[in-house]
């Protein structure tokens, strides 16, 4: 055995073969600390990342609640420095614009699967709550889609006539609303139900429709009309 061959480092042929099992399984049938080092290879190129994997994992629960943490909790972590948070970040954004990118432009309503997919992507792992409006014109085809209001990590302040009046703004004949709970159960409240109430009221005679107001969490997802309750 050669000298170079003596200081090459243990974990290097863990890198070859992970990636070789990634590239002839795909990521599906890897396990989330998998996938993860498989990121950090190309942040951390000189370390062994599988104790740090396991420990982001552990600590935030999955691969993508730990993709989608803040830059701050991310940066309490020992040995996560401020180039892996960006890559972590990069890789959050690019979801994001996938599954957005599988909504755009569609009627909305015919390919329902790909909006619940885009908003959990963008949403079921926020740590505070947000309301997400997606604003729909008379064929259904996706308008804007824009946070309208951002709150505390149970509550977001909702003001009616701010969301009508965006919508008569875009001519928008239909409105999805959109919020997350941080706590994971995407059960609604009452006061997600009165809110929803009152919005559709104000919209109908104004010749806006809502479709639909839909809870994302980390458990799921819950639509208000699928349950008739407004």
């Given at each position: 055995?050669?000298?170079?061959?003596?200081?090459?480092?243990?974990?290097?042929?863990?890198?070859?073969?992970?990636?070789?099992?990634?590239?002839?399984?795909?990521?599906?049938?890897?396990?989330?600390?998998?996938?993860?080092?498989?990121?950090?290879?190309?942040?951390?190129?000189?370390?062994?990342?599988?104790?740090?994997?396991?420990?982001?994992?552990?600590r935030?629960?999955?691969?993508?609640?730990?993709?989608?943490?803040?830059?701050?909790?991310?940066?309490?972590?020992?040995?996560?420095?401020?180039?892996?948070?960006?890559?972590?970040k990069?890789?959050e954004?690019?979801?994001?614009?996938?599954?957005?990118?599988?909504?755009?432009?569609?009627p909305?309503?015919?390919?329902?699967?790909?909006?619940i997919?885009?908003?959990?992507?963008?949403?079921?792992?926020?740590?505070?709550?947000?309301?997400r409006?997606?604003?729909?014109?008379?064929?259904?085809?996706?308008?804007?889609?824009?946070v309208?209001?951002?709150?505390?990590?149970?509550?977001?302040?909702?003001?009616?006539?701010?969301?009508?009046?965006?919508?008569?703004?875009?001519?928008?004949?239909?409105?999805?609303?959109?919020?997350?709970?941080?706590?994971?159960?995407?059960?609604?409240?009452?006061a997600?139900?009165?809110?929803?109430?009152?919005?559709?009221?104000?919209?109908?005679?104004?010749?806006?429709?809502?479709?639909?107001?839909?809870?994302?969490?980390?458990?799921?997802?819950?639509?208000?009309?699928g349950?008739?309750?407004?």
């Open positions: 055995m050669s000298a170079l061959e003596d200081e090459t480092p243990h974990y290097y042929g863990h890198r070859d073969r992970l990636r070789a099992r990634f590239g002839e399984v795909g990521g599906d049938a890897l396990p989330d600390y998998e996938l993860l080092e498989l990121v950090l290879f190309r942040s951390i190129p000189r370390r062994d990342v599988k104790p740090l994997a396991k420990e982001l994992i552990r935030f629960g999955g691969f993508a609640e730990t993709i989608t943490a803040s830059r701050k909790r991310l940066g309490e972590i020992p040995g996560l420095g401020e180039a892996t948070i960006t890559d972590f990069i890789i954004a690019s979801a994001r614009r996938l599954a957005k990118g599988a909504v755009a432009k569609r909305v309503l015919s390919s329902w699967s790909a909006v997919t885009y908003c959990r992507t963008a949403m079921a792992f926020a740590e505070k709550e947000q309301l409006l997606l604003f729909l014109d008379k064929r259904n085809a996706l308008i804007a889609d824009e309208q209001q951002s709150g505390t990590v149970d509550h977001t302040p909702v003001y009616t006539r701010e969301v009508v009046k965006r919508a008569l703004e875009l001519s928008a004949t239909a409105i999805i609303l959109v919020h997350n709970h941080p706590s994971g159960d995407p059960t609604p409240s009452q997600d139900i009165r809110m929803t109430k009152e919005i559709a009221d104000v919209a109908k005679p104004l010749g806006i429709a809502v479709h639909d107001h839909i809870i994302v969490g980390r458990e799921g997802h819950v639509s208000l009309k349950l008739k309750l407004f």
